[in-house]
C-alpha cells in the first residue's frame, strides 16, 4: 500500500515567523545540539529525511534566528553521526559553486552517512551574489540552464566508477579495476571538468536528487532530474494541478512519475482540542514584530514593503510587473479580503506562504490524508511552528494518528534515503 513520507524542513527555533521568541523554542541558530535534537525527534517519528535549506547572504535588517545558519553539509556530517536511518538533504547552489565540489561533497556525505544524502538544487538569487565577486547575477532563464549542465557533470562524476570497480587486494595489490572507470571528461557550454571523481561510487550510487522551482524553468529542471520536489501549495485544487502537471513533465522526460515525489510544505499547530491550537497560533502570532513582518511581507512579494503604513491597505499594484507568481497570489488575496498590510503579513506570510494546519492530531491528519489520496501530494515537508514543541507535538500525536490510518509507516524497513523513498538505485549511466 503506497504511504506518504515526511520530510521535516529544519529551522531553528521554528518556520513561525515569530518562532524564536517563543518562550520554549531553542533560539540557538548554531548549537549543533539543537539540531541534534530535532534529528533525534524525526527519527523517532520514522521521517524519511530532514532537510537544511541554505542562502549565501546575511541581511543586517533580519529579526530572524534562522538568519544565521551553519554551512549545511558541515552540519549533516555532525547529524549522520548520531542518527542511523533519516535521510540528510541540504541545498547547494549552482550559481556559487563548481560541479567537482557539490558532487565531491554529497558523495561525501552518502558515504559518511550509510547511503542517507538528498542535494536540494538550487540556482540563488541576486542579493548572494556579491559575496561571490559577481556584480550582477546571470539572468533567470540562464541560470536554470547553467543549473542543467551542473546537474549533468555532477551525475556524470558521481558515475565515473562502477559499482564493482574498488578491489583493493592487499594480496595481489589490485587496488581498483580500470576498465571499470570512465573518466568524465567533460566539455560544455558551461563546465570543463575532467574528472574522475577521487571517490567510489557511493552507497546510494546517486545521492537522492531534490528541486524546489514552481517557475517554467524550475519545474522543467525538477521534472528532468528531482526524485523529490518541495514547493508551496496552500489549496488542494492548486496541489493537485501542480502535481499533476510534474508529473506530465516528469512522463515527459521519459522518467517514472512514482520516481519525482511531490512534498508541499506544512506548517502544524497541533492541540489536543482545537481551542488549545488556537491559542497556540495565538501566541505565536503575538511575537511577530512589525519590522520583521514588513521585511517578510517585501521578501515573499518581491517588492519593497519595509516603510508600508501597517493600518493601510496595500499600496496598488501592476500585478503583470510583481516579479513572482506567490506575489500576485498574497497580492489578490489580501485586496479581495481587504487586509491591512499588518493583516497581510500576519494572515499570509508567518509561515513563508506554505500551508498551516491549526487543530488536533485527527484534524491535521485528516486533511493530510485528504491531499494524499487525492493526488495533491506524494508526502509533505513538515515546519514545526517552533521547535521542538511544534516538531514533539507532531511526532508524537500525528504521527500515531497517521500510522492508525496506516498512512506512514511504523518502523523503517531500509536504511537508505532511496529506500524511504521508494526510489531505485542508478546503474552508473555509461558515456
Ligand atoms: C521548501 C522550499 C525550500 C527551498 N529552499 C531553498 C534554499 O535552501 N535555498 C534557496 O536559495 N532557495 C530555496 N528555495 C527556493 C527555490 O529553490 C527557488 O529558487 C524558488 O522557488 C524560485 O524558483 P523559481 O524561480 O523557479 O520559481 C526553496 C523553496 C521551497 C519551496
Known sequence: MRQMKLGLFLAPGGHHMAAWRHPEAYPDGVSVKTYLRFAEIAERGCFDLLFVADVFSFSPRAKRVDAFRLEPLTLLSALAMTTSKIGLVATATTSFNEPYNVARKFASLDHISGGRAG???VTSSANEAPNFGIDELSEHAERYRRADEFTQVVRGLWDCFEDDAVIIDKKSGAFFEPSRLRVLNHE???????????????PQGNPVLVQAGSSEDGKNLASKYAEVIFTIQRDLESARAFTRDIKERVISFGRNPAHALVMPGVLPIVGRTRQEAQDKYELLQSFIHTEAGLLQLSRSMGVDLTGADVDKPLPDMDIAKLPQSRSVSIYQQSKRENMTVRE??????VSKGHRQLIGTPGDIADSLQEWFENDGADGFNIMPPFTPGGLTDFVDHVVPELQRRKLFRTHYEG???RDHLGLPRPAARAG
Open 119 to 121: 542535494w536540494n538544487i
Open 188 to 202: 560544455g557550454k558551461y563546465f570543463k571538468v575532467r574528472g574522475p571523481l577521487s571517490l567510489p561510487r557511493s
Open 344 to 349: 497581510t503579513y500576519e494572515k499570509l506570510v
Open 415 to 417: 536504511s537508505m534515503l
